[in-house]
């Protein structure tokens, strides 16, 4: 099996929970990525090398989008979870969808801190950064689309910046 991301860039899963024992192929037959176990260590490989090692509870699931391997890793913090794409881990919390361009060369996604302020955070080309509003995908010419609540409106934001101010989206 293999993953892609449909057309507003939200990354569909090509291994679930339950299938982490199997070999993930990219698209185009050029990559592959599996994960093991050794004790409480999960280790995921890509094209047959480790690139990470930790201690988690479950893989949740495995997708590639072009040759890049995005991973979901569940740890025994409650309901942490980390994303991890090609090797790099990103920050613990509970997350939402990942959205990618379609070349997979930017990605985004929002998480929140398990803690109980549970502040709001993003995470854009695998920097976290602060929350600016809840991440939508991205426009065709690579522009981080998404939304923020002010003052009861919706603003629609392009990479940050506002761009419209609606009552719904």
Sequence with gaps: PSAHANAMGVLQPGLGAGGPRRVLFSAD???????????????????????????YTGISWLAFNGSRLFTQAVTQQGAAQRIIVSGEAGPLGTLGSVFTTPDAAHYAYNGQNIDVQAAKWAVVDGKQVQYFGDILGFMPNGSLFSRATANGDTVVLANGKPISQVSSI
């Design 29 to 55: 037959g050029n990559h592959y990525a599996y994960v093991g176990r050794n004790g409480a260590d999960y280790a995921i490989m890509l094209d047959g090398k480790e690139v990470h090692r930790g201690q």
